[in-house]
């Protein structure tokens, strides 16, 4: 449960880490920001989440930013069960416990903007977007491969954004776009 900054590159740089912890039911529930000398070539532990002490049921979300100044340099998202895996140790083990209620994820809104090489999918909704996927299908609804997503299979907080440029040079009719707890929705 440690917030950490791994540096794979040379020269140590001043930045803040911040970290929010979200409930199934998209409620912000606990929030930390804190600076942090991310050292060359290190790991670095920043702080640790408090999650024992959040009394949190279901399912839950985390969302990372590392941060210069107001600069994003990197975000992440991470889901979590509060399931102790008592089973055998195996790859997939602790994986799969508790999860089953993401099933029951409560509805949002996605809606759409075009930009010049893509769209910006944008959570018009008041509950997380959980794993947002952007595909291209033909004229016969068939999915058009290959293509490049600068992003895709992410999720969106409520009222956030994010910009996805698509690359290809195959003859695309629709983009379309759901999450998990999302209606599809065509661009084009």
């Known amino acids: 449960n440690r917030v950490s900054v791994v540096s794979d590159v040379y020269g ?8 929010e912890v979200w409930d199934f039911d998209s409620k912000k ?7 942090v000398t991310a050292l060359a070539e290190k790991c670095v532990d920043v702080f640790k989440i ?3 002490e959040l009394s949190l049921s279901k399912p839950h979300f985390i969302r990372l930013w590392l941060m ?5 340099v990197d975000s992440t998202f991470y889901w979590r069960s509060c399931d102790r895996y008592e089973g055998k140790k195996t790859v997939t ?3 799969t416990s508790g999860f089953a209620a993401l099933e029951e994820m409560p509805k949002t809104t996605l809606t759409f903007k075009p930009t010049e090489d893509g769209l910006k999918v944008v959570n018009s909704g008041d509950k997380i977007a959980f794993m947002v996927r952007v595909r291209c299908v033909d004229g016969e609804g068939r999915l058009v491969v290959p293509v490049n997503f600068s992003d895709n299979y992410f999720s969106l ?11 290809t040079d195959r003859p695309m009719k629709n983009v379309k776009f759901a999450a998990w707890n999302t209606d599809e929705v065509a661009v084009r």
């Open 12 to 19: 140590d740089r001043q930045l803040k880490v911040r970290a």
């Open 29 to 35: 529930v606990w929030e930390k920001e804190a600076p």
């Open 50 to 52: 408090p999650f024992e």
């Open 68 to 72: 210069d100044g107001e600069k994003t």
């Open 93 to 95: 083990g602790p994986c």
């Open 157 to 167: 907080l409520p009222g956030e954004e994010r910009e996805v440029r698509i690359d």
